[in-house]
């Protein structure tokens, strides 16, 4: 009840302070919630309100429509002038520039006059438009040369010196449909790609990379080591600042991670059947190899070893696009070479005192109090009571105490236990411990 | 003065005028709602502004039967509803001493102990989920069964974040309580 009172108490304090508390909110808030209300509002399609920014928009609207609606057009008209001038290698934007620049120049040094008269057009002189003169310009004089190269021989006095010829070529070799390629386009990080550049004449290139990195290398190679997509782009300039460029992609895929942990962490072999525990990241497949022989895929498998004994562990994990990583536990359970461990407690035979000879797999293991070992060869094992006094005394690792001092049986409770001896690589050992005698 | 039910009106035609009106009078009530909800003022003046773009696009929604204070409040407790869920991908973690914290008060607070201030800085500091529930229910006064289907939450999930809410928000003003104490007997 105490609790309830006091939660209320809790809430009124909070209800009543803040229900109808008032925080002034900063001048800007408000500024900007109008002005975004404004723009909101001017958004909102309202007739009766209806002005000069609609009749506006409308009008850009209308425009912009017009161009995109007249553009194709545009586009026909240029191939069909083109075509007609014989020149075979321009596709791109650029080489349309170059010309029609070139064109500008011819006319300059040509006819002053008659390019007074189009200088007007200069701010709307589209390609339309330069291809169309060159048309008219190339006809009179040898429908055989390629309009390209009008350009550069009319424009040669007014370009900084060069032979015109080789300038043509150039600009020829600039516009091929792909320059760049790739040794590989696809891979697990960290992936190392090298990138060839195709173009034979140039003056100057530079890679991008896609992940901030460039080179001016004509032939570099890049490590990629962050998973992802990559727009490599190559663009070669030659004389004049003319450029061509052109792209790949390349795809570098995540490595996965592979870790894990066995348990029980200091496991008994052959006893103990092992659990492994799966870390590992970003994977897919999982395969274990157990190191005797056996596999598993599972992502967390369970294994018996039939032996004590050191094993290789290794687990190898894969993502869907085959990328994989692996880890090995060498000598895995080394710690179970050199052991003895006892039991806590055990129930012994009521029908009487046996030898103490057992066997791992017979009854009578676990009604004779015995240790569990490797590579045990000497050894004594001493029982005491809680006063003190010596109950059993075993030199031989095989035989155990059945729970019988002097030929009756012990009284249910606590004993003292001690063990001393040595390993079979010679190394000490010595337990000490309580039991517990049980009786059901 | 303009009345609420001139200004509505304003705002159902779009007025301009009565928009700025309907701000100044309330943005102060609305935006001590929306500080409630957020961790800091800037937060809380952004839930503002969507509550205001959502009062004034949509006022015709008013009914004009209710008080129009309470729609208002709904409106905006709504919105920092939706910029919780917003948000919410990016405060996927509990600090363990909050998760932990065991409800250690027997003490019981006086009323007028804490300022409103101290009350906003306590809830501002606590994790947006305990935020959402403690001030739905204990402010609010939603049941937790509503809490729960606004929030997508389970009912008991609304329960048991409300009750360590207050452990934690219990936990802080004890501390905040022997301070403040501290502090008033070093001045005497």
Known sequence: MKGKVENKMLRDIFRQKLESAEVIPSPEAGVNLMRLVGRWEFLRFNPSRFNIWYAGGIAVAGAALA??????VHKKNISGLLNTNTSEDISSKKSDEIQSSGKYFELEAQSPLKEAGRIAKKTARTNTVASAEKAQLAMPGSSIVPAGQIASISGKDIFKGGNPV?????????????????????GCAPLKVSFRNKVVNYDSCRWTFGDGGTSSEKNPKWLFDIPGEYIVTLSVFGTGNLHSSSSLTVVVHAVPKARFESSPENAILPNDEISFHNYSSDAVKYRWDFGDGSSSELFEPMHSYKKSGRYNLKLIVSTEFGCSDSVIVKNAFSGSDNYIEFPNAFIPNLNGPSTGYYSPKSDEASQVFHPVSSTVSDYQLRIFSRNGILIFESNDINIGWDGYYKGNLCDPGVYIWKVRGNYLNGEPFTKMGDVTLLKN | MTSDQQIIEGCAKHDRKSQQLLYDKYSRFLLGVCLRYASDKAEAEDILQDSFLKIFFNIKDYSGTGSFIGWLRKVTVNT???????????????EIEEFVSVETGV?????????????????????AGYRMVFNLYAVEGYKHKEIAKMLGIDTNTSKSQYSRAKAVIRDKLEKLGKLKNRYSEDNN
Do not use: C, M, W
């Not at chain 1, 070799?173 to 790739?182: K, M, Q, R």
């Open chain 2, 107 to 127: 003490e019981s607070f006086e009323e007028d102990f804490f300022t409103a201030d101290e009350l906003y800085k306590v809830l501002n500091g606590l994790p």
């Open chain 1, 67 to 72: 161009i995109i609606l007249a553009s194709p």
């Open chain 2, 80 to 94: 920092a509803i939706t910029n919780y869920h917003k948000n919410l991908k990016y405060r996927y973690h509990i």
């Open chain 1, 166 to 186: 080789t300038d043509n070529l150039r600009s020829q070799s600039l516009v091929t449909e792909n320059i760049a390629s790739a040794s590989v386009t696809e």
